[in-house]
């Protein structure tokens, strides 16, 4: 449609823009307007934050680490990573304008040459202690981001989150001309926003597989230009513990990989801190009573059924081993972990997670404390175990979060304030929010990343290889981005329902992930997630599904930016789906 253009660049240029559709700003914001005005973007811009210039210099400072922020700090890491994303990391769209048209599609960077003069940052409430590590609705994430002909740009935002949320946005509007230099097609701009959902994550399995603290800080990086707000991070199971506990030294020196792959409490506060400064909160999970396993080397007391065979009988996985339910150690044991490792979350994080999932009572048949698998003298001591388990959580100020089985599957009655994690899919997210209980949705049938890519267990010739074969692992198949965007954690509930469902997570559990494949285990998958959980699945303007046909093209190019941000995300699709940023190239058309 666009080949009866004459070949006089100027005027192709001006014509091409005009019926370019608006691709920028992953997750979509609530309203967006969008002109096909040009402004350029140099290292002169001005920025001031409340009135008081704000000097800015790339990369931004490191983390220190310490649990002290202030919002002046905040903004000015936030802009300075802006700055480095719009004039350093940076692509040339080739790829979005039809096949060779860049050329001719590109702003003439010689003539009449506007420049972005200045962004005036205006933050109108005041951050508190509770704004770095908000739970569920304390936080106000919404900005307004308007750039002018004249070359303004504006934001305002309540919280300083909110500042980081626009400056995201602000970022996404930018492109790299082929001469280098730095433009925005899109001006005039408009943009209001705010999210639909308050948890908007992914869980991280740093247990199963050792990731180095870089690889972690990386990932939060890529969470908070999808505008995630939470990494759930999976820090113990049944195969290591890396997470080094000053009082119970020998949990990591017996239960890490090795000495190398382990987790200091500054590499800890570091990873929290990182990720406050960037609007995401990093919570830990010690998973309990289940996936407990390796910890028998280091305190034999608090752990049956280590390394019981078969190990399906006792055990999801290999290791087996759960915490005892009645032995006496286990209660100082646990009084001990929890007060030495929740003194340092808690000034990061308003949550901890306490596991609960893949309990196996014939475990319980070899604790010598409960000698039987009988459900009806296990229910009560599980019941007594979470009581006693989250009052230490909520001792540090700290809410509880618990996998859907203990509620729903062991019958404990749990507090008010604990968030249920649900995976299981089916009806769980209704049965859970009908106990009126709040509710994260990780429904593994949608948004389990790690699914589909065949078994990780060996099968010897003869009996195994024949059961198995073609050795699918037990969630096959793999979510591709399009099923992960499909799924609405609040369909057909209740609007009194629909309200406890407050977000969810992508999980990348790593029995097959580490630190070399995780880029494209979690990308762009977890980014479709992240538009369903800050913009809906439903469109609120049209009241329907969002399409894919509208987010795919917006999708492909927020992923060349997360390629040029650093972070290896797989592709959305061939380049012949993204040229002239019209999906309906490769729209599958049903036989009429
Ligand atoms: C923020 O704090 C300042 C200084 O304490 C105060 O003057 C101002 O009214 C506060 N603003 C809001 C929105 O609470
Ligand atoms: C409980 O243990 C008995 C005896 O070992 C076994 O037959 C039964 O299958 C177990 N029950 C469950 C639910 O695993
Ligand atoms: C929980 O309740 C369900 C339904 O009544 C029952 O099937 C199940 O056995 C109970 N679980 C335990 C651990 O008591
Ligand atoms: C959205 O898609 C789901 C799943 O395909 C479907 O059940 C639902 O009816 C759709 N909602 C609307 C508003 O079209
Ligand atoms: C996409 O291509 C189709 C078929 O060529 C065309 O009808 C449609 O107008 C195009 N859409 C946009 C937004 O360019």
């Excluded at 409430?125 to 308007?146: H, I, P, Q, R, W």
């Excluded at 604790?367 to 009806?376: A, I, K, L, P």
Aim: proline share 6%; aromatic share 10%.
């Amino acid at each position: 449609m666009r080949s009866f253009l004459s070949s006089s660049s100027q005027l192709l240029s001006l014509a091409v823009l005009a019926i370019s559709p608006v691709l920028a700003v992953w997750p979509v914001p609530e309203t967006i307007s969008t002109g096909t005005k040009v402004l350029w973007v140099d290292q002169s811009l001005h920025v001031t934050y409340n009135g008081q210039p704000l000097p800015w210099i790339y990369p931004c400072a490191p983390s220190t680490g310490a649990a002290k922020f202030s919002s002046k700090q905040i903004v000015q890491g936030a802009v300075a990573r802006a700055a480095q994303y719009v004039l350093k990391d940076n692509f040339v769209p080739w790829m979005l304008y039809e096949r060779n048209a860049l050329a001719d599609s590109e702003p003439s960077p010689h003539k009449d040459k506007k420049l972005l003069q200045r962004l005036v940052i205006t933050q109108t409430g005041n951050d508190t202690v509770t704004t770095f590590k908000a739970k569920a609705g304390e936080v106000d994430e919404s900005y307004k981001l308007a750039v002018t002909e004249e070359g303004v740009a504006r934001i305002t935002a309540v919280s300083s989150i909110g500042v980081i949320r626009a400056l995201e946005s602000f970022s996404q509007l930018f492109f790299k001309h082929s001469g280098g230099q730095i433009y925005s097609n899109l001006i005039p701009v408009q943009i209001s926003d705010k999210p639909q959902y308050d948890h908007r994550g992914i869980l991280f399995d740093a247990a199963r597989s050792y990731f180095s603290v870089d690889s972690i800080l990386k990932t939060i990086d890529a969470l908070a230009w999808n505008k995630l707000n939470r990494m759930h991070l999976h820090i113990s199971d049944a195969q290591s513990w890396p997470m080094e506990v000053p009082s119970l030294p020998l949990l990591a020196e017996k239960g890490a990989y090795s000495p190398n792959a382990r987790y200091t409490p500054e590499d800890l506060a570091l990873i929290q801190a990182h990720a406050v400064e960037r609007g995401v909160q990093v919570f830990i999970e010690i998973d309990t009573p289940g996936h407990w396993g390796i910890t028998y080397e280091a305190y034999p007391d608090v752990v049956a059924a280590w390394g019981a065979t078969p190990w399906q009988d006792y055990c999801a996985e290999p290791p087996c081993g759960q915490l005892k339910l009645n032995h006496p150690a286990v209660d100082p044991f646990l009084d001990t972990l929890m007060d030495d490792v929740l003194a340092r979350t808690a000034p990061y994080s308003a949550y901890h997670h306490t596991g609960g999932d893949e309990v196996n009572f014939n475990a319980f048949a070899l604790d010598e404390t409960v000698g039987t698998n009988d459900s009806t003298v296990i229910q009560p001591l599980l019941q007594e175990f979470f009581d006693k388990h989250h009052a230490r959580v909520r001792k540090h100020g700290m809410t509880p979060l618990v996998w859907e089985e203990v509620v729903l599957h062991y019958n404990v009655t749990l507090g008010d304030d604990v968030v249920v994690h649900s995976w299981l899919g089916g009806e769980s997210v209704g049965e859970i929010t009908a106990k009126g209980h709040k509710v994260i949705s990780s429904n593994y049938n949608y948004w389990y990343l790690d699914c589909g890519r065949g078994h990780w267990l060996n099968f010897a010739n003869g009996a195994a290889f024949e059961q198995f074969f073609p050795f699918n692992d037990w969630c096959t198949p793999a979510k591709g981005w399009r099923l992960v965007y499909s799924y609405d954690p609040r369909a057909g509930l209740s609007e009194e329902q629909a309200k406890l469902v407050i977000g969810g997570e992508a999980a990348g559990w790593s029995e097959y992930i580490d630190e070399y494949n995780i880029d494209t285990i979690l990308w762009p998958r977890a980014s479709a997630l992240g538009e369903v959980l800050w913009s809906g699945r439903i469109d609120s303007h049209t009241g329907q599904n969002r399409s894919q046909l509208d987010a795919a093209p917006r999708l492909a190019e927020f992923r060349e930016r997360m390629v040029a941000r650093g972070v290896g995300s797989a592709p959305v699709h061939m380049p012949f789906c993204t040229q002239g940023r019209n999906a309906t190239a490769c729209e599958y058309i049903p036989d009429a």
